[in-house]
């Protein structure tokens, strides 16, 4: 840390990089800095901790899974660091709130929350090109998906694009020094660049590595396999009917991803025209200063939109998420069911109820009881099927008369057939008594 004294005749102490600032300036770096990029990192952050939540659900492990659950924390430092480097200290220079922060606490952390910024862009950018990998691998190759694309190697993938983002930025850590500035007992922290900072360091790996790493291979390996894996999922579409349920979860999961990349590409490419400036123009930075806040505001938008994305095109997301946080959305489907493998049934009483599977796709017997327990509550008791037939009779003549149809009747209530109310018959007839004929002889004629 560099200590100068400086002489002010007038107004508080402040840096040289302050000096001279129009209002016009602050009230821009203010409404894009100070409201846009704080407002929205607060929501990103928020997303992107439901986002972890969701994800890491037993029923969703899956190799994609953790990639994307490495990529929202990625996404939630780079949120984190941007708020304290660049949001917050938006708000003392029209303002005038904040000094404490602005001259004292930020000046202190940024020589290591500077460097933590780039290494966690470095692994978005590079888990995204991962994530696009696996994809294209899944979609386009799918037969050495089930060797490659396994939760474990995913944590591997992980581990190891956070060891490359470490390594590349290890410079860094050296770029940034603090300067403190006296006068009359009176003093403040001021940011400035270090020694190591040099005219062909500045030139290689400031503008053209930073151009060839972090925008030119990613870019170009995101476009190529997004290409390969829309022609495969538009092949795949037009054949939709034919296609089974897994299938189609896995085509449904293309997409999401695929909404992830372009935000990607949208939010980036005016970083990436700033950056090439910079490399061929390099002295005309201040024309762009308007520019480079709002591509800071693009970053904090790409790092903060993923939790959208997955609502509104993962099915499967979404339907977690309802479960964990609406109880009626999510009262019958535990964690350890598959929502995608029921078998339906319908009771003669017309309500329908489902019979869900496990993983070995065997009946819970919980799960059977409870089904039977609702079949028998929601069916009226019924006697058993009878069907009444009157014992045959052989009544005298007398007795015929006195006889009444009512009496021979069956009762109503008993006449049913295989469970079901019928009609009743009607009343029993006798047939009307003929006498017997008589056994004498013909009269001869």
């Known amino acids: 840390m560099n200590v100068t004294a400086r002489n002010v005749t007038a107004g508080p102490l402040e840096c040289v990089s302050d000096i001279g600032v129009s209002d016009g300036e602050n009230l821009f770096r203010f409404i894009v800095h100070g409201v846009l990029l704080n407002a929205i990192g607060a929501g990103g952050v928020l997303g992107n901790a439901l986002s972890v939540l969701v994800l890491t659900r037993p029923r969703m492990r899956s190799s994609i899974n953790c990639l994307l659950v490495g990529l929202a924390s990625c996404d939630t430092v780079v949120i984190l660091t941007s708020v304290l480097l660049f949001g917050l200290t ?3 220079p029209y303002t005038g709130r904040l000094r404490y922060y602005y001259y004292y606490v930020c000046p202190l952390l940024t020589p290591l929350v500077f460097p933590l910024a780039l290494v966690a862009q470095t692994m978005s950018v590079y888990l995204t090109l991962v994530v696009t990998i696996e994809r294209w691998v899944a979609v386009c190759r799918p037969f050495r998906a089930r060797a490659l694309c396994t939760a474990a190697r995913a944590r591997w993938y ?14 860094k850590f050296l770029e940034v020094s603090v300067e403190r500035i006296e006068d009359d007992g009176e003093f403040v922290y001021c940011i400035t660049a270090s020694s ?8 290689i790996y ?19 396999l997004n290409v390969c894996i829309v022609r495969q999922v538009r092949r795949a579409s037009r054949e939709r009917a034919r296609l089974s349920r897994s299938q189609r979860r896995e085509l449904s999961l293309t997409t999401m991803l695929f909404a992830v990349v372009l935000v990607f590409f949208v939010c980036n490419l005016l970083p990436l025209v700033i950056n090439t400036c910079e490399s061929f123009f390099d002295g005309q930075l201040e024309r762009l200063d308007p520019l480079i806040k709002t591509s800071n505001l693009l970053v904090m938008i790409n790092s903060s939109v993923n939790f959208v994305i997955y609502v509104i095109f993962g099915d499967k997301f979404k339907r977690v998420f309802l479960e964990m946080f609406c109880a009626r959305a999510g009262r019958h489907s535990p964690d350890h069911t598959r929502d995608d493998s029921f078998a339906s049934c319908a009771p003669a009483t017309g309500d329908r109820f489902s019979l869900r599977l496990t993983r070995d796709s065997t009946l819970r017997l919980s799960s059977l009881r409870q089904v039977r327990a609702n079949a028998a509550g929601s069916r009226r008791a019924l006697p058993t099927p009878a069907v009444y037939y009157p014992a045959p009779a052989k009544p005298s003549p007398g007795s ?5 149809s009512a009496s021979l009747a069956p009762a109503v209530d008993d006449c049913r057939w295989n469970g079901h109310r019928t009609t009743p018959p009607p009343p029993y007839a006798p047939p009307p008594y003929t006498p017997p004929p008589s056994s004498a002889p013909p009269a001869p004629t």
């Open 206 to 224: 400031i503008h053209w590595m930073y151009l060839v790493v972090m925008y030119a291979l990613p870019f170009t390996a995101l476009a190529a």
């Open 90 to 92: 938006a708000i003392y």
């Open 400 to 404: 015929l008369t006195s006889l009444s």
């Open 158 to 171: 992980v581990l190891g694009t956070a060891a490359f983002a470490l390594l590349y930025n290890a410079p």
């Open 196 to 203: 190591f900072r040099s005219g062909l360091y500045v030139t």
